[in-house]
Structure formats: C-alpha cells, structure tokens
C-alpha cells in the first residue's frame, strides 16, 4: 500500500484498534508486534505492544510474540485482514488441538498470517531466522501443522481471510462492509 495500514479507517476507528478490539474481547492475553512510535491511539491498556529492534518480516515478528506471550498457544492475525471474526478465531482454535501450528487452506492457498501457533514452534522459527528465513511457512514442516481445509465454508472463509494490499483491495472491503 505504501503506508502503514493499521492506521487505515475501519468502522469509525482504525484497522488495528478494530482488530484488537474483536481478539481482545475472546482471547485472554492480546500482543500486537512490530509497531513503531509507541501505542496507537485507541488501543487497550491491557494490551501489550511490542517494538520490533530490528525488522526481520514476518517470521521475526512471531518470533517476538511467541518469546513474549504468558500461553502456551497464541492467535496470530495480520494487521490487515478486516473480516476477522470470534466466529473465525473460535473455528480455528477448536481445530488447532493436538498441533503446533493451525491455518487454513483455501483454493488460494495457505493463510498463515491467520493461524494458531505454540511455544513449542518458537526454537524452529529461531533456527529459520538464523538461516535468514523471513516467511512463516518455512519451519512448518519442523512441527505438527494442521492445515485446515475450507472448502466447506467457501464463502465465510473467504470473507474471512481477505487482506488489504492495495487501495483497491481497502476499497471494496469498505464497499463489502456497507454492503454495497
């Protein structure tokens, strides 16, 4: 997009603060990483923010998450996807039992920037790291992954999963949300 998108207006706030208002309302403990210039406004108290030292993508930032998190299981959103719901987190969780990585699997292919991840993940990603990785994908085959298919909910995952990479992308997720 070329500006960062957690400013973005969603619904009379921000994409962020929507965001962490929807996990923060089903999730115990809520961590938003890579943030720069300090707390947004409008973002919980209870909600802990975590700078990033040194911006190593998205692999990085779960590594930051992971370390910081008081669970041995976390949530991990992207700042971007403005259809997240409880109806989807519940969903994912339910089936993340048993792995140490969840996400679902569309036609499109693997969504993990909307998966449930455990500590147990967080030695792999540092090892990835260390090789210069950067993408989620390349510890997955070092971890019980469970991929979930969506095939049987086509419409409500694909609604769910939507990211916002360019102004006509954020265009028609507000056109979607008026439903025009």
Request: charged share 25%; aromatic share 8%; proline share 6%.
């Amino acid at each position: 997009m070329g500006f960062d998108k957690t400013s973005l207006p969603w619904n009379g706030t921000t994409l962020l603060v929507h965001l962490e208002k929807i996990v923060s309302s089903i999730m115990s403990e809520t961590l938003i990483v890579g943030l720069r210039g300090g707390r947004p406004t409008g973002i919980s108290t209870q909600t802990v923010c975590i700078a990033e030292p040194r911006k190593l993508g998205p692999l990085g930032g779960l590594r930051h998450g992971l370390s910081a998190m008081h669970h041995p299981k976390a949530l991990v959103i992207a700042c971007d996807m403005p259809f997240i719901s409880t109806e989807a987190i519940e969903a994912l969780w339910k089936e993340s039992e048993g792995f140490e990585a969840t996400l679902p699997e569309t036609d499109d292919g693997l969504h993990p920037l909307f998966g449930i991840y455990t500590r147990s993940c967080l030695p792999h990603v540092e090892i990835k790291l260390e090789q210069g990785e950067r993408k989620f994908i390349s510890f997955f085959d070092l971890v019980k992954t469970q991929f979930i298919n969506t095939s049987g909910r086509r419409d409500f995952w694909a609604r769910t999963l939507v990211n916002l990479n360019s102004p006509e992308e954020f265009k028609r997720a507000l056109d979607a949300e008026k439903g025009t």
